[in-house]
């Protein structure tokens, strides 16, 4: 039968539309922040960077969660296993093991050390007032290195 979007439906489409452009986004900014010169290989620090150490893979968790609720209604209960799994999956998979490669690679420099230190890993969130006071009191970098 075919009904009109219910509000949780229609919230839940809005959902992975904003999931599927907090991503691209994100990796465009990424995209443009590596091709600028003399910055090559350096981590981004802007734009929804400076709230997140990994925006997009947020924006994929979104998408996913949303994608879900969309479909809820009309599945059974255990289909909720498949995005669990995908949302499982980008945060102790993906985003662990790349935070491992650039801790691994960048913990010895100050600039990254403070990045991680005042930057949600995953949800983009403002930095707190003492750590963003404190990153504005230094003379720090816009970007570091990135893989």
């Known amino acids: 039968a075919n009904s009109p979007l219910?509000?949780?439906?229609?919230?839940?489409v809005g959902g992975c539309v904003a999931g599927v452009a907090i991503a691209a986004v994100?990796?465009?900014?990424k995209t443009k922040s590596k091709r600028?010169?003399?910055?090559e290989g350096m981590w981004c620090e802007r734009g929804l960077w400076y709230y997140?150490?990994?925006p997009n893979h947020f924006g994929e968790a979104v998408?996913?969660?949303?994608?879900?609720?969309?479909?809820?209604?009309d599945t059974p209960t255990w289909a909720a296993a498949s995005p669990l799994f995908v949302l499982l999956w980008i945060y102790n998979v993906?985003?662990?093991?790349?935070e491992q490669r650039y801790n691994n690679k960048f913990m010895a420099s100050h600039d990254y050390s403070r990045y991680k230190w005042d930057t949600s890993l995953l949800v983009p969130w403002p930095k707190s007032r003492a750590n963003l006071a404190k990153?504005?009191?230094t003379n720090s970098l816009q970007s570091g290195p990135l893989t």
């Open 135 to 137: 990153t504005n009191s």
């Open 63 to 73: 998408f996913w969660a949303s994608l879900y609720t969309v479909a809820a209604k």
């Open 26 to 29: 994100a990796d465009a900014q």
């Open 36 to 39: 600028v010169k003399g910055q």
């Open 6 to 12: 219910d509000l949780v439906s229609a919230l839940s």
């Open 52 to 54: 997140s150490r990994h």
């Open 94 to 98: 993906t985003v662990n093991h790349l």
